[in-house]
């Protein structure tokens, strides 16, 4: 089932929402998108965007200002409105707001997701990341509390394990649906994790480096 189908379904059934944003249908063939938060602001109070390439600039800084290094974060602005007039536009201007987050529902749905584990992308990593690859399983699953999960502004539904044989421990993060609009969980496309992200694997880098030196200062205090 290709991507503009599987949206123009999700409309026809009353529209949706995906992160913070909430997806509903105005003129035939048309559609808007606006902050979940700003679903029952009057539209002249809402700051007009047409074109889909508008989802760039919108997503890039959080409500206080501050750079969104990561799409899933749940700081997306309020105050505007976008308004497409195509399928293409509205697939175009969700890539742009969360990347490839409708096809990784849609793969989930038609049971074509794949999922990468911990372990099997930490021993993918090379030059000063590989030391990552060294973390110890309870310094793993730490790390998934304080990094992971809503508590962190991290919106993503975290499908991977450590390894084939060991799932993450039972956490706010590990249970997380990825549907950050709470009055629209019903009609929602929850934000996928198939892998631990960029962010993740530099901060696994540094709680590594820590362990292995806490080893060290140990081993040096018995000799």
Request: proline share 3%.
């Amino acid at each position: 089932m290709r991507i503009d189908p599987f949206l123009e379904s999700l409309c026809n059934e009353g529209g949706f929402a995906i992160g913070e944003i909430i997806v509903s249908s105005l003129d035939v063939g048309s559609f808007e998108l606006r902050h979940h938060l700003d679903e029952a602001v009057q539209p002249d109070d809402l700051e007009a965007y047409t074109n889909a390439a508008d989802a760039r600039s919108v997503s890039m800084y959080g409500e206080s200002g501050e750079y969104r290094f990561a799409k899933a974060q749940t700081n997306l602005k309020r105050g505007w409105r976008l308004k497409l007039t195509d399928l293409t536009s509205l697939r175009q201007a969700l890539d742009l707001f969360y990347p490839a987050g409708v096809a990784l529902e849609l793969a989930r749905r038609e049971g074509r997701l794949e999922t990468q584990n911990l372990r099997d992308k930490l021993n993918r990593q090379t030059g000063m990341y590989r030391f990552a690859r060294t973390i110890s399983d309870e310094g793993a699953q730490k790390l998934v509390r304080e990094i992971c999960g809503p508590a962190h502004q991290c919106a993503r539904k975290i499908l991977w394990q450590l390894d084939q044989d060991t799932p993450l421990e039972d956490s706010e993060a590990s249970r997380y649906d990825g549907i950050p609009c709470s009055t629209h969980k019903d009609r929602a496309i929850p934000l996928l994790c198939r892998e631990a992200c960029n962010h993740f694997v530099a901060e696994t880098r540094k709680a590594a480096k820590a362990e292995f030196e806490k080893q060290q200062t140990a081993d040096h205090s018995a000799g």
